[in-house]
């Protein structure tokens, strides 16, 4: 992009997703935001293109014939610092390429620390999330590791919402796994308390990101905060909920209470979990009994490590979770289960942004909108991404790396 002329691009002959379908089947950006969603003979007849060809303009024309146009993908849970360390300090994983996250369509992402808040910090999360940042993606993070009392830079939950900018919540909080501090519902609901008014004073959504275990109680403290406090419910969002079958029957349950559940890519039973719930299975019974997937997201809790522990809880193996999973569930989905596109696109798009309170800045495809667009393949393959206006992967090859890339 030529630095002394407004750049953009029009993405024309897709079927374009806002995540709805649309009639229309062109798209312009303009510097970084979303300038118009309709049809292309509105765009032809604005002049842009000749503004372009005059050389007003820096304009790039994309065709995306036989292709989808849909928002960038907004993945909350992303270990972007590393994770992992569960088998000792050589399975530290390290931290993320910028391309990883661009070629798997990904141009909003939260950025979690996970198990291990010690050799590990929050600061350093903060560091990387920024580093992203400035390579070209929107980034924020949640505060905290597994445990309660947990992990912070400022000392507490509170301040670190109300100071540090792209602090969003508080996680991910370990309940009912052999890795959580094993808390008790009152110091469950204490944090949340932290985020609550942090949120409110710092105007964020103040989410406490829980993770769940295979533990036999599942989501059981978190009903206990609800029942017991004055707590909204739209505070907690627990993810892995499709790791067992009762916890993702607990987790209807907390989703017919109005809670958001978030499902965990790469998660099911031909995978080595035993007993879970493959996320396209998950998708189809949860629009059978709610008509929609409104308040389910998906989420590829990438770049963290894959430990596997024996019967006796000893590590037998380990690797590093890949963020392009969520897009291939959304592709199982349609071809196992037969289900729409336009039903499952927002999983990973307008509604995680819409509890992470950036909608419609984020998630969705309308004019004023962030230039985030992803064009895919009608086997969604990603082949084109654009994130703030700017053309980051294009026929599937990355045209901007990160620094050390
Ligand atoms: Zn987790």
Excluded: W
């Excluded at 661009?102 to 808040?117: N, P, R, S």
């Excluded at 390579?135 to 590791?145: D, S």
């Amino acid at each position: 992009m030529d630095a002394s002329r407004l750049g953009g691009m029009i993405i024309e002959g897709g079927e374009v997703y806002t995540p709805e379908r649309i009639g229309g089947n062109c798209l312009a950006v303009l510097g970084e935001k979303i300038a118009y969603v309709g049809e292309s003979e509105l765009v032809n007849a604005s002049g842009m293109k000749q503004m372009a060809r005059s050389g007003l303009l820096d304009i790039e024309e994309i065709d995306a014939t036989g292709c989808y146009v849909v928002p960038g993908f907004v993945d909350a849970h992303v270990h972007i610092a590393g994770g992992g360390g569960e088998g000792g300090f050589h399975t530290r994983t390290p931290e993320i390429r910028f391309t990883a996250l661009t070629l798997a369509g990904i141009t909003t992402v939260v950025g979690v620390l996970g198990v291990d808040g010690v050799t590990r910090s929050v600061a350093g999360l903060l560091a990387k999330a920024r580093a992203l940042e400035q390579e070209g993606i929107t980034t924020y993070i949640y505060t905290g590791a597994y445990e309660i009392p947990t992990r912070t830079i400022t000392g507490n939950v509170r301040s670190d919402l109300v100071l540090i900018d792209k602090v969003i919540g508080v996680g991910e909080i370990a309940i009912s796994d052999h890795r959580s501090a094993q808390p008790e519902t009152f110091d469950l609901a204490r944090l949340a308390a932290e985020a609550r008014v942090g949120g409110l004073l710092g105007g964020k959504p103040g989410i406490v990101h829980l993770h769940l275990g295979r533990g036999a109680r599942g989501l059981k403290p978190l009903f206990e905060v609800l029942d017991q406090t004055d707590l909204p419910i739209s505070q907690f969002v627990p993810t892995h909920i499709n790791r067992t079958r009762h916890l993702f029957e607990q987790a209807k349950e907390f989703r017919r209470r109005g809670g958001v559940i978030d499902l965990t890519a790469g998660v099911g039973p031909d995978l080595g979990e035993e007993g879970a719930v493959a996320p396209a299975a998950a998708f189809a019974e949860l629009l059978t009994e709610f008509g929609s997937l409104d308040g389910v997201t998906i989420s590829s809790d990438g770049n963290g490590s894959l430990p596997t522990f024996d019967e006796h809880g000893e590590l037998v193996d380990i690797g590093v979770g890949p963020v392009d999973l969520t897009l291939q569930e959304l592709y199982r989905a349609m071809t196992e289960m037969h289900l729409p596109l336009e039903k499952l696109l927002p999983v990973i798009t307008s509604n995680p942004a819409k509890y992470l309170k950036l909608y419609p800045r984020k998630g969705c495809l309308a004019p004023g909108s962030d230039g985030d667009v992803v064009v895919l393949t009608k086997d969604l393959k990603v082949r084109d991404v654009v994130a703030k206006g700017r053309l980051v992967v294009r026929n599937g090859k990355p045209l901007v790396r990160g620094t050390f890339e």
